[in-house]
């Protein structure tokens, strides 16, 4: 959809001018003894929140109890917006400003109910959870993150015209005209006591690895350039537009690395890059890494300022405050000082404004997860899933390649064997022996990943299955080996391990990285490097993401628009009784020099 120019030109008017403030936020110029008067101040303070993830409650959808977690962190909306109030009655309303730096409609039960089950898109459908939260606490305007486009561009422009505010992306251009396919920016005025104006804008800029993530959501239709690139385009124009005060909302980390390797020119995690080489920012705040920055200084490296940058903790579980100083000499505002600093949502109540605007939305979507669907045999759980072959992540494998193997059946690759990838998504996934919900199999699967079919030669996969093997420290041989450092090498995330189902394999861990792979089988023999197989992949992987050699530009043979945590659901339904001995083998392990660890 191209950009409404009357529109985009309304929605970056300014908001709030003509609003008379009080309190300390400014002091005005007095003169002592007859000398020269003090400069004008003026104070006010942006709030932002990132990867919110369809966390509007307290709320655990997948165990159906209040959220908690080690650190007892809470989540959702309702708090941020109790903070939120917070701050405002303290500074004056009409002297903050609220952001947020992207995904926002993906990540809960609640989000994926109004985007499938009863979706946002249908005839006379309902408005999102998180367009009437986002609305009812104020958001001034949101940076456009990768998951926004995991449900389509439909269903994104509808959300998008359900918000009160703007939903930027300087760098989502339409593929075809290379113009914004969404506003760059917002601008506003804020009035201080004087009467004067600050004029602040803040441009909004999205994750190029949505090119990767959603292609089939975006290729021909979008394109996303780097931030860098964009935010040099973009930032002396909204100086020469009269910005007092630049700030950048960005869904990009801050660590200037790229999951995806090089697959795509532009930096992943490129914010304090984007900090360093492009003057005129003031403050960043920063998404998508899923870390908490309460405040980071970046100096620019052509004007030598101090920018400031800051990630609020996902889901809801952190505000930044970042407090600006300003100060008026010779007809101009000059940024003096700029902070920043975060706030616990586990130190305030849900605001019952927000949970009883959405009552009737959380009500209809506990009952929904709350189906009992099927049964199981036995137990299954992904506690130990990292280290260990366990028979929920077998579970997955063995759905995706029945899948696979039946949708390939009477066609030209019905003879070749069929082998399943899978990850641990959540070590707190399980599923009860007896009755099984929908929130229970929907906990193995958190995010919207469809099914592919590719087809890799034995050597591909043995290499695959090496890079694999990265996530795992390299540990000596002899002595015992905890757990909880044996994964995650290189800050590698569980979702970038994979599981090769069908294979019998080790790992020495003793081993350098890249050569760990031991004893490759397929039923019972070596695996020959020449052999082809296909493997049941997801579209995340399958489209280069976590960089796996071989399988982006692997044979695509087949694949479905179905979410795989359906898949998985209609399976169960239809099977009515998981047996886990159908499944369920201790096909790889970890060893050192041979020996298994556990």
């Not at 936020?25 to 993830?53: K, N, S």
């Not at 809801?316 to 000059?334: H, I, N, S, Y």
Request: proline share 6%.
């Amino acid at each position: 959809m191209p950009l409404n120019r009357r529109k985009f030109l309304g929605r970056s008017a300014a908001t709030g001018a003509g609003v008379a403030l009080t309190g300390a936020a400014a002091a005005p110029a007095v003169a002592h003894g007859g000398g020269r008067p003090h400069p004008e101040r003026y104070a006010f303070t942006v709030m932002g929140t990132t990867d919110l993830h369809g966390n509007v409650f307290n709320w655990d959808y997948f165990t159906d109890a209040e959220f908690d977690d080690k650190a007892h962190n809470d989540v959702g909306l309702a708090k941020i917006s109790t903070l939120v109030e917070q701050v405002r009655r303290e500074k004056g309303r009409c002297n903050t400003l609220l952001i947020d730096a992207g995904d926002t409609i993906q990540g809960t039960q609640l989000s994926y109910y109004y985007a499938k089950v009863d979706p946002i898109t249908g005839a006379g459908g309902p408005v999102h959870p998180m367009a009437q939260a986002m609305n009812a606490i104020g958001y001034d305007a949101a940076a456009l993150g990768n998951h926004e486009f995991n449900y389509g561009i439909p269903l994104l422009r509808k959300f998008q015209e359900q918000c009160d505010f703007p939903l930027l992306g300087a760098n989502a251009l339409d593929a075809r005209t290379l113009r914004p396919a969404f506003p760059p920016y917002w601008m506003t005025r804020l009035r201080t006591p004087r009467g004067r104006e600050v004029k602040v804008a803040v441009l909004g800029l999205t994750n190029p690895g949505i090119a990767i993530w959603d292609k089939a959501h975006v290729q021909g239709r979008m394109t996303f350039p780097g931030l860098e690139e964009q935010a040099a385009k973009w930032v002396p124009k909204l100086r020469s537009m009269g910005a007092d005060v630049v700030i950048v909302s960005a869904h990009s980390g801050s660590s200037g690395t790229s999951s995806y390797g090089d697959q795509l020119p532009y930096v992943e995690n490129a914010a304090a890059l984007v900090a360093e080489r492009v003057p005129g920012i003031d403050a960043i705040l920063v998404g998508h890494a899923h870390t908490e920055i309460p405040e980071y200084r970046v100096v620019n490296e052509e004007t030598g300022a101090e920018v400031v940058l800051s990630e609020p903790l996902k889901w809801g579980q952190r505000l930044t405050l970042f407090d600006f100083e300003l100060v008026r000499a010779r007809g101009r505002w000059t940024v003096e000082s700029v902070s920043a600093r975060v706030l616990n949502s586990n130190a305030v109540a849900e605001d019952p404004r927000i949970t009883g605007l959405l009552g009737d939305e959380h009500r209809k979507v506990v009952a929904y997860v709350n189906q009992v669907i099927g049964s199981s045999t036995a137990a299954m759980a992904a506690a130990e899933a990292p280290y260990r072959d366990t028979a929920i992540i077998d579970f997955i494998n063995h759905v995706q390649a029945e899948t696979v193997r039946a949708a390939l059946a009477g066609s030209e690759h019905a003879g070749l064997p069929v082998l399943s990838q899978a990850s641990c998504f959540s070590r707190t996934a399980a599923i009860p022996a007896g009755p099984v919900t929908i929130r229970e199999v929907a906990g193995l699967y958190p995010f919207e990943n469809t099914l592919e079919a590719r087809v890799l030669t034995g050597a591909q996969l043995r290499e695959y299955l090496e890079f694999s093997a990265r996530y795992y420290v390299r540990t000596a041989p002899g002595g015992e080996v905890d757990p909880a450092g044996l994964t995650n090498a290189g800050g590698t995330p569980d979702y970038n391990y994979d599981v090769v189902g069908g294979l019998s394999y080790e790992i020495d861990v003793a081993k350098e990285p890249g050569a760990r792979i031991a004893n490759l089988a397929f039923e019972g023999a070596p695996v020959d490097p020449a052999a082809r197989f296909v493997l049941a992949v997801n579209n995340y992987r399958a489209s280069g993401g976590g960089n796996f050699p071989h399988i982006a530009g692997a044979p695509q043979v087949w694949a479905n628009s179905e979410e795989i945590r359906n898949t998985i659901i209609g399976w169960v339904k239809a099977e009515g009784t998981i047996d886990v001995s159908a499944f369920a083998s201790v096909d790889w392990k970890l060893t050192r020099e041979g020996a298994p660890i556990f």
